[in-house]
């Protein structure tokens, strides 16, 4: 398994947020804290990280003079979590 | 964290993914209830809604745009408020955007060849219906965009028929009543 990806969804906040992308097209900032169960800065910090990885694609705009902050999952993202959970699935059966 | 308890991880928060069928179905309610006190209001003052050609055709141009901006407003706050959208809910969002344009395309070109445009628009509307009741796995949905068609086939054999009543039997069998029923649905998928 890629090092830098395991290394990546090592952290269960990172990995319940991507988890959720996948079956999602898009979701807010505040979803996404209501999902993982996470403060607001922890999720800032973890979706720059996975932004940083080209996983997910941040996009802010304003609604009705509120920031609004929506996260969606990339291609590489989707591959590479695929990949991710058949290795995690072939390391279980060993 | 072990493998395990990452694929519990995993499987837990994707089973908690649903897709959130209440917008579609205030949607449906909504549609019901407009077109039928349009119907009813072009029912009981025809001297009014028909003073000219054109009255009746921007009556049931205008106000209907005028329910599609704000339903899109609706839409827009609500899937704001929900945080999240599926691939379900793209896939009722552009059914129903076509069905949007191809009603505006109906009522132009039968307001130019002189022609009643509710046959027409209802089997639009009933081939919109079934697809998002089966997309949805909904059946009263798909039976009430079959009832419409029942309705279409009565209208073309007895073209005589009143197209407002049919209109307004058409969309309460076929909006108003699975809106309803889907809206009374506890769970969603």
Partial sequence: MNK????LLFNPVRLKILSFLLTVESASFKKLMEVSNATKGNISIQIKKLEDSNFIKIQKKFENNYPLTSCKITSKGK???????????????? | MTN????????????????????????????????NIMSLIHYVFPEFIQQTYYSSALYWILLPMFGMIY???WNIKKYTEIGYSTTLNRAIKIIWGVFGFGW??????????????VPDILFLLGLVIIMTGMIIKFKPLTSGGMVLFIFIFA??????????????IGVTLGLLIPGIMLNKMKCNE
């Fill in chain 1, 4 to 7: 830098d990806l395991e290394k």
């Fill in chain 1, 79 to 94: 591959k590479s979590f695929e990949l991710f959970f058949e290795s995690l699935k072939a390391y279980k059966q060993d």
């Fill in chain 2, 4 to 35: 395990s308890e990452q694929i519990k991880i995993i499987n837990d928060t994707i089973n908690k993914t649903r897709t959130n069928l209440k917008p579609l179905s205030f949607n449906l309610i909504f549609w019901g209830i407009f077109i």
């Fill in chain 2, 71 to 73: 339903m899109t407003r």
């Fill in chain 2, 104 to 117: 505006l395309m109906i009522v132009l070109v039968s307001m130019y060849e002189g022609i009643n445009p």
């Fill in chain 2, 155 to 168: 209208l073309h054999q007895n073209p005589d028929q009143n197209f407002l009543i049919v209109n307004m």
